[in-house]
């Protein structure tokens, strides 16, 4: 069964802790990407990557942090930096950049 | 200029009625321009996309209208069912290999019966 699975389902963090998200996908993409989402507001890039090995800063990366050790694997460490850490988290793949995303099913991390 | 603007923000519609979402852009470089419609609690789902060859793609219930001169695009669902209820998402990227997907804030639409 192919597709992108993102664990947890629901997080909760203390303030101070760093914490990380787990996205991976068997679909073997090389382009993966991880995004916030909070109400009312559209889908807004933290972090991509192209290609193992290689990440980009998106437009909200401060606070987060990204490794692409693994072709199907691309972890999302929020850490203490991030000031409203408290949102909806969405990865996704797709075969290159310029090719359909497809997204996980989310992880909603709160900040106790 | 890398902003696609979407409105409604929310909208209610009777079941069988039209919904009609719009998106406008001002990068005329965006040359690839899908819909996504995301349910509570899950990640948003492809749901139609149009290039700017054509100036509307139907697929069952859904419709993407798509002017060029006016730099904009609109999804329409016909006959609104109440498992159409959810928010949708437009979206636009450019037509080099670095770009990315620069999503829309949203529209929730809900259908009554």
């Known amino acids: 069964d192919g597709g992108i699975t993102q664990s947890p389902k629901y997080l909760f963090r203390k303030e101070g802790q760093n914490v990380t998200l787990s996205c991976e996908q068997n679909?073997?993409?090389?382009?993966m990407y991880w995004y916030r989402q909070d109400p009312g507001q559209g889908l807004r890039l933290i972090y991509y990557?192209?290609?193992?090995?290689?990440?980009q800063k998106g437009d909200i990366a401060e606070g987060y942090s990204v490794s692409r050790e693994k072709k199907e694997s691309f972890p999302l460490t929020v850490t203490s930096a991030q000031k409203n850490p408290t949102a909806f988290y969405l990865c996704?793949?797709?075969?290159?950049?310029?090719?359909?995303?497809?997204f996980g099913p989310g992880t909603r991390l709160t900040v106790l | 200029q890398q902003q696609v603007k979407q409105s409604p923000q929310s909208l209610i519609v009777q079941k069988g009625g039209i919904s009609i979402i719009n998106c406008a852009y001002e990068n005329t470089a965006f040359d690839y321009f899908p819909w996504y419609q995301q349910f509570p609690g899950k990640g948003p789902a492809l749901l139609i996309a149009?290039?700017?060859?054509?100036s509307e793609k139907k697929e069952g219930r859904f419709t993407i209208s798509f002017n060029k001169s006016a730099k904009q695009f609109s999804l329409h669902i016909m006959d609104s069912q109440p498992g159409d209820s959810a928010t949708y998402f437009c979206?636009?990227?450019?037509?080099?290999?670095?770009?990315?997907?620069?999503f829309g804030t949203g529209t929730r639409l809900q259908v009554f019966p």
């Open positions: 979206a636009a990227r450019g037509i080099y290999n670095t770009d990315k997907l620069i």
């Open positions: 996704a793949s797709s075969a290159v950049v310029t090719d359909t995303q497809y």
């Open positions: 990557s192209q290609i193992v090995n290689d990440f």
């Open positions: 149009i290039r700017p060859d054509v």
């Open positions: 679909l073997n993409h090389d382009a």
